[in-house]
Structures are given as C-alpha cells and as structure tokens.
Antibody, heavy 118, light 107 residues
Framework: QVHLEQWGAGLLKPSETLSLTCAVYGGSFSDHFWSWIRQSPGKGLEWIAEINHHGRTNYNPSLKSRVSISVDTFKNQFSLNVHSVTAADSAVYYCARSRLDLSYFDSWGQGNRVTVSS | DIQLTQSPSTLSVSVGDRVTITCRASQSISKWLAWYQQKPGKAPQLLIY???TLGGGVPSRFSGSGSGTDFTLTISSLQPDDFATYYCHQYNTRSPRFGLGTKVEIK
C-alpha cells in the first residue's frame, strides 16, 4: 500500500520560489511516474508536471517556463519548484502517482495549501 | 488543448437515487478518461479509469461508460458516503486536463 507524504512552505511573497517535496512510502518507486497537481477555486484541478525514477519529465506547457521537477531515487522523493510566483499560483498542491506517463492518478498526497501574498 | 465540460455543475439528490454525471470532451479522447471523487479538505480519489474500469476498492455501484467525446459516470443507488464532488480527467494528450467538477449534494 503506497503512501505519499508532502511538505513545503505555505506562505510566499510574490517573485519568490515555491518548493514542495513528496516522499513515497511503500509500493515500487521505479515502476511509476510521479506528478504534481494543483487546485484553486479559479482554475480547478491543473496538472503541473511529472517525473520518473530515470528523471524523464513531462511539463504542462502553460507552466513549463517557471516550473522544475526533480527526483531523489535514494530517498524515494520528488520535488517541485515554481519560480517567480504570483497570487495566481495560490492553490492546494498535491503530489500523485500514475502507472504510466501522462496517465490517470491512482494515489495522492494529502495536499499543501500555498498562499502567495505580499 | 482539449477542454472538458461536466454537467450538471450541481446535483441535488436523495439517498437511493440513481445519479448520472456527464463529461464532454472538445475533441475525441478515445477511451482515455478517468473519474475521481473528492470530499471537502481531502485529495481526489480515483474511481474509474480508461472510461469504465473500476479503481481498486471502488464499490460496484459506480460505473462509467462512453467513448470519443461523450462520457458518463453513474452511481446506481446513491449512498450517504457518496455526497462529494466528482471530476473527470482526460489523459489522451500531452496536456492532461480535468473537468470543473459536479457537486452531488443532499436534496
């Protein structure tokens, strides 16, 4: 049974960098893709990016210029950075697992609320 | 980008009712559609993938159908635990997208 536990700063100022990390417990880290998804009242659920244990990545084209995703296979963790944040980046951020790239999500983290405010 | 339109946005129903939620894609996504259930303050949970395949542990009162652009999530007999918001998700393209959700509330 897989468990995803995520953490990161919850309050940022405009232009700062949002950083979140997700640790994966149980299951096979190397057999899946690992994603970040965010949810806001204005835009609903929005997929941000994914990575596998080889470091192969896919990004949402609308966010790609400001986003980076990375993986630490020794710790079974993956991380998200969103640069130059604005109020529009305020959302609940989730990490999630999929069996294949660009596929459905069968396990989710608990979510982190991130607020961007001056 | 492929857009997903869910309807209705809100559904007021009673326990025992049959519930049908639709999701329409702006172009064909073949069978690459999933459904999730989300309760307040919680992460979405997978219900159905590849249009009609139930996720692990999902009760059989949930079912999915459709293909191409028109898809349906059906709850055969609504239970108290089913009051939640439901989202469809297309994963046919390099820009996966979610619908805006259908809130199922108590009548």
């Amino acid at each position: 049974q897989v468990h995803l536990e995520q953490w990161g700063a919850g309050l940022l100022k405009p232009s700062e960098t949002l950083s979140l990390t997700c640790a994966v417990y149980g299951g096979s880290f190397s057999d899946h893709f690992w994603s970040w998804i965010r949810q806001s009242p204005g835009k609903g659920l929005e997929w941000i990016a994914e990575i596998n244990h080889h470091g192969r990545t896919n990004y949402n084209p609308s966010l790609k210029s400001r986003v980076s995703i990375s993986v630490d296979t020794f710790k079974n963790q993956f991380s998200l950075n969103v640069h130059s944040v604005t109020a529009a980046d305020s959302a609940v951020y989730y990490c999630a697992r999929s069996r294949l790239d660009l596929s459905y999500f069968d396990s989710w983290g608990q979510g982190n609320r991130v607020t961007v405010s001056s | 980008d492929i857009q997903l339109t869910q309807s209705p946005s809100t559904l007021s129903v009673s326990v025992g009712d049959r519930v049908t939620i639709t999701c329409r894609a702006s172009q064909s996504i073949s069978k690459w559609l999933a459904w999730y259930q989300q309760k307040p303050g919680k992460a979405p949970q997978l219900l159905i993938y590849k249009t009609s395949t139930l996720g692990g542990g999902v009760p059989s009162r949930f079912s999915g159908s459709g293909s191409g652009t028109d898809f349906t999530l059906t709850i055969s007999s609504l239970q108290p635990d089913d009051f939640a918001t439901y989202y469809c998700h297309q994963y046919n393209t390099r820009s996966p997208r979610f619908g805006l959700g259908t809130k199922v509330e108590i009548k």
